[in-house]
């Protein structure tokens, strides 16, 4: 077969039916002009909101979601011409002003009651997702109506009703609390509780069973945690691409191994300890991934450069030659345990590390030397919505003392950053870098520790993974105790060395 024939045959095999969809304003238009929202029009398409935002902001679904999602794009055309043409001609008809029908679009029937997210009442019907009631009379959380001044004698105040559990709060009594929506604020009575909503329905599906509304939160983990992620994102100013091309420095080099990717893990033992008898603390650094959500991540596709420079708007992923670590006997490398010398492949988190402690703040050791970087524009504050909405579920489980949601929230952080990466269970954002990024950080954050641990006059003597340090001093003047994500708990306590001339290591298997 000749060059030409083969061509033709491609082109004949090739299907070029493709249907064709609106542009991506004109998508938008579309599901605002009849009162939906991406979460409904995901939900029925079986996608995820941040997907239905992507193909708003000019990406195209392919296969059987393109024809599904253009079979929607034309049914909303010629239902908004349709209501258009019959507005018109009631106008032509009539000199009164049309008033506006409000839709029952966004509401549904509910097959089986849920917490109401204004009350936290059993309610039968959701508006654009969530559960209410639809009338005011049925519903605790709606305002009473206003009670006439009275000039003789004033009207007596009713005691406050006490908040539902789904909506458990800290707010004071009187004023307003606010939230920030986009650039604007909110007052927070009017944001939905989607943690709070997801374990009252759990519960009440399950009869109160703790064990089995818990295993239930916890296998649904990773959708919640990427519908809040959506939630917490509406109205920001950056758009994030969620399944972009990855370099080979990110793919597997084989079926079962791993990527090319060095997350600078700790794995750190004092190689001696001064002579003596020492009261060993392992402490167990609370909400280590929560808190490494904090961190430089980059926000397009991943671009390619050279040379020996560090650009604090970008981030990625950088080939550096680390520089020599003369502190090993007080102080983890801040590459961590790594035994072969030469270039290697680390995170935006472990070379600002190397950079911060090579400055004049601190002097540790040289600068690392940058010979290529994969990066995009970046922002430390992506994700800081989604994290502090973690972190104030886990704060008020923990005050509740609620470990229902405590497991919850949990599984919801670990597992969003576990998905990240090549996982089956997690398709809606597909971002390798990110999962290596952040678990860098959480480990640069442990180092971090360490580092004031030893700056305090205290003895390092272990540094494992993300949340285990072992210390040895007055550690309370340090780190404050508690179950907080600025707290530590005590994980072990040990003792190493018997006599004021024995030479004490650590032992391996401490813990």
Same mark, same amino acid.
């Given at each position: 077969?000749?060059?030409?024939?083969?061509?033709?045959?491609?082109?004949?095999?090739?299907?070029?039916?493709?249907?064709?969809?609106?542009?991506?304003?004109?998508?938008?238009?579309?599901?605002?002009?009849?009162?939906?929202?991406?979460?409904?029009?995901?939900?029925?398409?079986?996608?995820?909101?941040?997907?239905? !935002?992507?193909?708003?902001?000019?990406?195209?679904?392919?296969?059987?979601?393109?024809?599904?999602?253009?079979?929607?794009?034309?049914?909303?055309?010629?239902?908004?011409?349709?209501?258009?043409?019959?507005?018109?001609?009631?106008?032509?008809?009539?000199?009164?002003?049309?008033?506006?029908?409000?839709?029952?679009?966004?509401?549904?029937?509910?097959?089986?009651?849920?917490?109401?997210?204004?009350?936290?009442?059993?309610?039968?019907?959701?508006?654009?997702?969530?559960?209410? =009631?639809?009338?005011?009379?049925?519903?605790?959380?709606?305002?009473?109506?206003?009670?006439?001044?009275?000039?003789?004698?004033?009207?007596?105040?009713?005691?406050?009703?006490?908040?539902?559990?789904?909506?458990?709060?800290?707010?004071?009594?009187?004023?307003?609390?606010?939230?920030?929506?986009?650039?604007?604020?909110?007052?927070?009575?009017?944001?939905?509780?989607?943690?709070?909503?997801?374990?009252?329905?759990?519960?009440?599906?399950?009869?109160?069973?703790?064990?089995?509304?818990?295993?239930?939160?916890?296998?649904?983990?990773?959708?919640?945690?990427?519908?809040?992620?959506?939630?917490?994102?509406? !109205?920001?100013?950056?758009?994030?691409?969620?399944?972009?091309?990855?370099?080979?420095?990110?793919?597997?080099?084989?079926?079962?191994?791993?990527?090319?990717?060095?997350?600078?893990?700790?794995?750190?033992?004092?190689?001696?300890?001064?002579?003596?008898?020492?009261?060993?603390?392992?402490?167990?650094?609370?909400?280590?991934?929560?808190?490494?959500?904090?961190?430089?991540?980059?926000?397009?596709?991943?671009?390619?450069?050279?040379?020996?420079? =560090?650009?604090?708007?970008?981030?990625?992923?950088?080939?550096?030659?680390?520089?020599?670590?003369?502190?090993?006997?007080?102080?983890?490398?801040?590459?961590?345990?790594?035994?072969?010398? !030469?270039?290697?492949?680390?995170?935006?988190?472990?070379?600002?590390?190397?950079?911060?402690?090579?400055?004049?703040?601190?002097?540790?050791?040289?600068?690392?030397?940058?010979?290529?970087?994969?990066?995009?524009?970046?922002?430390?504050?992506?994700?800081?919505?989604?994290?502090?909405?973690?972190?104030?579920?886990?704060?008020?489980?923990?005050?509740?003392?609620?470990?229902?949601?405590?497991?919850?929230?949990?599984?919801?952080?670990?597992?969003?950053?576990?998905?990240?990466?090549?996982?089956?269970?997690?398709?809606?954002?597909?971002?390798?870098?990110?999962? =290596?990024?952040?678990?860098?950080?959480?480990?640069?954050?442990?180092?971090?520790?360490?580092?004031?641990?030893?700056?305090?006059?205290?003895?390092?003597?272990?540094?494992?993974?993300?949340?285990?340090?072992?210390?040895?001093?007055?550690? =309370?003047?340090?780190?404050?105790?508690?179950?907080?994500?600025?707290?530590?708990?005590?994980?072990?306590?040990?003792?190493?060395?018997? !006599?004021?001339?024995?030479?004490?290591?650590?032992?391996?298997?401490?813990?």
């Amino acid at each position: 077969m000749s060059n030409f024939q083969a061509v033709d045959a491609l082109l004949a095999s090739a299907s070029s039916d493709r249907t064709p969809l609106p542009p991506a304003q004109e998508r938008r238009l579309l599901r605002e002009g009849l009162n939906l929202t991406r979460a409904q029009l995901a939900q029925a398409l079986k996608v995820s909101p941040s997907t239905v !935002g992507g193909w708003e902001s000019g990406r195209d679904p392919s296969g059987e979601v393109r024809e599904a999602y253009a079979y929607f794009l034309d049914g909303a055309r010629t239902k908004l011409d349709a209501t258009t043409a019959a507005a018109a001609a009631i106008e032509a008809t009539d000199d009164k002003p049309a008033e506006a029908e409000q839709t029952a679009d966004d509401t549904d029937a509910l097959a089986v009651a849920q917490p109401c997210v204004l009350c936290g009442q059993p309610a039968r019907h959701q508006v654009e997702g969530f559960p209410q =009631h639809l009338n005011p009379a049925e519903c605790t959380a709606a305002a009473p109506a206003p009670v006439p001044a009275q000039p003789e004698k004033a009207a007596p105040r009713t005691a406050p009703r006490q908040p539902a559990p789904a909506r458990t709060s800290g707010r004071a009594a009187s004023g307003v609390k606010v939230v920030p929506v986009g650039r604007r604020v909110q007052a927070a009575s009017d944001t939905p509780d989607l943690i709070g909503s997801a374990v009252a329905a759990a519960l009440a599906e399950h009869s109160g069973d703790v064990e089995a509304a818990t295993a239930a939160l916890i296998k649904r983990a990773i959708p919640d945690a990427m519908a809040l992620l959506d939630h917490t994102r509406k !109205g920001g100013r950056y758009d994030v691409v969620a399944h972009p091309w990855l370099p080979d420095i990110l793919r597997k080099q084989t079926a079962r191994g791993a990527d090319q990717v060095w997350e600078a893990r700790p794995k750190w033992s004092r190689p001696e300890l001064p002579a003596g008898e020492h009261e060993i603390t392992a402490l167990d650094i609370n909400g280590a991934y929560l808190s490494a959500l904090k961190t430089h991540l980059p926000l397009g596709q991943l671009e390619h450069s050279t040379g020996n420079h =560090h650009d604090r708007r970008r981030a990625g992923l950088h080939l550096i030659t680390p520089p020599a670590w003369d502190h090993e006997t007080v102080l983890p490398n801040p590459v961590g345990n790594r035994d072969e010398p !030469g270039p290697l492949w680390v995170t935006e988190p472990t070379l600002r590390l190397l950079l911060r402690v090579s400055g004049p703040k601190y002097g540790l050791c040289d600068p690392p030397e940058i010979h290529e970087s994969w990066t995009s524009g970046a922002t430390e504050g992506l994700l800081e919505k989604f994290r502090i909405a973690l972190k104030d579920a886990r704060d008020r489980a923990i005050a509740d003392g609620d470990e229902v949601t405590l497991e919850y929230v949990k599984a919801m952080y670990s597992k969003f950053v576990s998905t990240l990466g090549e996982s089956n269970y997690n398709r809606e954002l597909y971002r390798t870098d990110w999962m =290596h990024l952040i678990r860098s950080q959480a480990f640069a954050n442990l180092w971090w520790k360490a580092h004031r641990a030893y700056d305090e006059g205290l003895l390092v003597v272990r540094a494992m993974g993300t949340d285990e340090l072992h210390v040895a001093g007055d550690w =309370h003047a340090v780190f404050p105790e508690g179950r907080g994500v600025t707290e530590v708990k005590v994980k072990d306590t040990y003792t190493v060395g018997t !006599g004021p001339n024995t030479a004490n290591r650590p032992p391996e298997g401490a813990s």
